[in-house]
């Protein structure tokens, strides 16, 4: 991306979108993302198959009958994007795209421009009742209809426990039956030897260096979040196996702990 005016500071969805190999990204991204790769050079690999669930699990709900998609720290467009992952199955399916960096919010909005079912807005997970409320989501979600609320790999950038269960129950809470919650989230639970100093290092560089410090969470804290909802089969597991695909990568096949990141999808009823 050029670089025009001010050195930008770094974002974790521009780190993020360095770490898929996108190209919506600054130095200051470049230099943390090679900081946290170096601490953890599974990082991109970790990318890659969280892109991999968000497809799987888009396409599981396209299938089940959603049609409109909510999805919240939606990030830079990158390869697979929602509205195109659910189109492939429902061709009319609605998206709004929702993320906190106005970088993220612009370039959807560029790669979005003249698509009249899917949008971008900028917002905070942290405050629901912004994102329920927003115009652009009275216009474009039909509440009485099943909406598909994605929160791939954001909740562990809202570190308070009690505010991010919050934040989740409430977003979800005007949906009807039949809609679904996906969530991937970062977890520490399948380090065999946890490297504290390191991850404390990662951790203060995204305190340090982005606006959205981001905190680990255990399978029951993950779980946590279904909480009232039908967990779907498997469950909250690692993330390559959450309903396997055959296009999937292959990087973690042997150990999927190693993929640091837990997946589910739970049904409103
Ligand atoms: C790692 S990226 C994930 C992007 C995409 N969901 C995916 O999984 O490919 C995390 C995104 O969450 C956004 N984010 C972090 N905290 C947020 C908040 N409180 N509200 C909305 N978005 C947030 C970041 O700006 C970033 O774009």
């Known amino acids: 991306m050029a670089q025009s005016g001010e050195p930008k500071p770094a974002t974790a969805a521009r780190i993020y979108d360095y770490h898929l190999g996108g190209i919506h990204n600054f130095p200051a ?47 830079i467009p990158t390869v697979g994007n929602v509205h195109e992952v659910a189109r492939a199955i429902v061709p009319d399916a609605r998206v709004i795209y929702v993320d906190l960096d106005p970088v993220a919010v612009s370039e959807s909005l560029e790669i979005l421009d003249g698509d009249s079912r899917a949008t971008a807005v900028r917002a905070d997970l942290r405050d629901p009742d912004s994102i329920l409320t927003h115009p652009q989501v009275r216009r474009m979600i039909n509440f009485r ?17 009690e505010a991010a269960v919050d934040a989740v129950s409430r977003l979800c809470a005007p949906f009807v039956p039949g809609s679904h919650l996906a969530i991937s989230h970062a977890s520490g639970d399948g380090m065999v030897e946890p490297k504290t100093d390191d991850l404390a290092v990662a951790k203060d560089l995204y305190s340090r260096n982005t606006t959205t410090p981001f905190h680990l969470r255990s399978r029951p804290q993950v779980e946590r979040f279904f909480a009232g909802l039908e967990l779907v089969e498997p469950g909250v597991v690692w993330l390559p196996e959450w309903r396997p695909a055959p296009d999937d990568p292959t990087d973690f096949t042997a150990q999927p702990s190693l993929s640091a990141g837990l997946a589910g999808v739970g049904r409103i009823r």
């Open 29 to 75: 991204d470049r230099e943390a993302g090679d900081t946290v790769a170096k601490l953890f050079p599974l990082v991109p690999a970790l990318a890659r198959n969280n892109r991999a669930f968000l497809r799987r699990a888009v396409q599981y709900l396209a299938a089940s009958g959603v049609r409109q998609f909510l999805d919240v720290g939606s990030g």
């Open 145 to 161: 209809e099943p909406v598909g609320v994605l929160l791939i790999a954001v909740l562990h950038f809202v570190p308070d426990d």
